[in-house]
């Protein structure tokens, strides 16, 4: 059965990842209000910028709609900013605290390949975050210079960088694949 996974589109770049989410056969959806989120399989909080995130979901009321989804087990996919919105300081679905562009500004984008799972990923990080702090129940899946750029705590997995960018399919992968709701 295809899955629908609703992409946060307050801000950001949500195409990019609807268009691999149809070329692995889900449905997706874009998610601006509290109805939006009605009967998803899974979630995509993508890139963007996370101050304008910040300001769209408070003007929404959609901060506790969105905790509340998680919350209940629904596999969740943060990318970059959208790791920045599931950390303590956010939406607190994460027991992470991240560093918004800790790796520097635009002129300091940059592309690398880690590995995740054994898979190998060609990542894009653009003014992209890093985590300065990891919670005790927070699993580390790939680093850059010794700094944390992919975890997963239960049903979030939350990267620095924009696989959507890169083609990339194996994080949206494992996000249909979840267990979740």
Same mark, same amino acid.
């Given at each position: ?163 959507? +960018? ?8 494992? +996000? ?6």
């Amino acid at each position: 059965m295809p899955k629908t996974v609703g992409i946060l589109a307050l801000q950001g770049g949500f195409e990019a990842h609807a268009k691999i989410l149809r070329r692995l056969g889900a449905t997706p959806r874009e998610v601006r209000t509290e109805a939006d989120l009605a009967g998803l399989d899974a979630l995509i909080i993508p890139g963007g910028e996370s101050t304008v995130m910040t300001l769209g979901i408070a003007r929404e009321n959609l901060a506790e709609p969105l905790r509340a989804l998680i919350g209940q087990g629904t596999p969740t996919l943060g990318t970059c900013a959208g790791m920045i919105m599931l950390d303590r300081d956010h939406l607190g679905m994460l027991d992470v605290r991240t560093e918004r562009n800790a790796f520097g500004r635009q002129l300091h984008s940059f592309e690398a390949d880690l590995e995740i799972q054994g898979q190998p990923i060609h990542a894009v990080f653009i003014r992209a975050p890093w985590v300065a702090d990891v919670g005790a129940d927070v699993e580390v899946l790939a680093r850059v210079d010794e700094h944390p750029v992919a975890v997963r705590q239960g049903n979030v997995i939350a990267v620095a960088f924009h696989p959507e +960018l890169a083609g990339e399919t194996h994080l949206h992968e494992l +996000l249909l694949s979840s267990n979740g709701r």
